[in-house]
């Protein structure tokens, strides 16, 4: 079965700190991606990045990034010098070589204060 | 512009009454899916389509129904079956591989 397990369920920093989202999965598939998505207070999900089982490099857009490890199975998520607007539920996500539907993390709530 | 639609954004139903809840997309994506948040909790997978005319249940499937009769069209029945239906309601579609979804605004259902 798959599952995606993300341990921290809220997380407070102020801004400009840094904060690690932490994202652990389950699968038996050799192939599989795992996504992030933002979730703001308007509702809607925002993909953020897909990332394939083959390849485990790390990536960086702007303030973001992420760390993928599949000795660990994690998926970690970064914000470098975190801002008001980031609050929102982060989600990580899982889905195996058949792509589609995805299994979702319980999300993480985090709230950057000024 | 492309993107998810759904409607109404919030509803609102006595006990015992059927509502359903439109999803349309205009990406030309194969695959749509409807998923379930409620407060303080992850997303879980009610229905999901991969295909015109056909549909698989999720992991949640009891007390809802769809259909897919276009493949610009996914609507979900809330029934009076489903024990407990306040929720956010969430459709989103995606291509079938690799498979990010993109996701409508989402609808808020309250029962009364």
């Known amino acids: 079965a798959q599952k995606v397990t993300q341990a921290q369920t809220e997380i407070s920093v102020v801004e400009k700190e840094d904060v690690t989202l932490d994202c652990v999965y389950e699968?038996?598939?050799?192939?599989?991606?795992l996504f992030w998505y933002k979730q703001p207070p308007s509702g809607e999900l925002v993909f953020l990045i897909r990332r394939n089982s083959f390849d485990e490099q790390n990536e960086i857009s702007g303030r973001y990034s992420w760390n993928f490890q599949k000795s660990t199975s994690s998926f970690n998520f970064t914000i470098t010098a975190s801002q008001v607007v980031d609050s929102a539920v982060y989600f990580c996500a899982l889905s195996g070589e058949q792509g589609g539907k995805l299994i979702f993390g319980q999300g993480t709530e985090l709230s950057v204060k000024p | 512009d492309g993107g998810i639609t759904q409607s109404p954004k919030y509803l609102f139903r006595k006990e015992g009454q059927n509502v359903t809840l439109s999803c349309e997309q205009n990406?030309?994506?194969?695959?749509m899916y409807w998923y379930r948040q409620d407060p303080g909790q992850g997303l879980r997978l009610i229905y999901y389509s991969q295909i015109v005319n056909d549909f698989q249940k999720g992991d949640i499937a009891e007390g809802y129904s769809v259909s897919r009769e276009k493949k610009e069209s996914f609507p979900l029945t809330v029934t009076s079956a489903q024990k407990n239906p306040t929720a956010f309601y969430l459709c989103?579609?995606?291509?079938?591989?690799?498979?990010?979804?993109?996701f409508g605004e989402g609808s808020r259902l309250t029962v009364l």
């Open positions: 699968t038996r598939d050799t192939t599989y991606y």
């Open positions: 990406l030309n994506h194969d695959a």
């Open positions: 989103a579609s995606s291509i079938l591989v690799p498979g990010e979804l993109f």
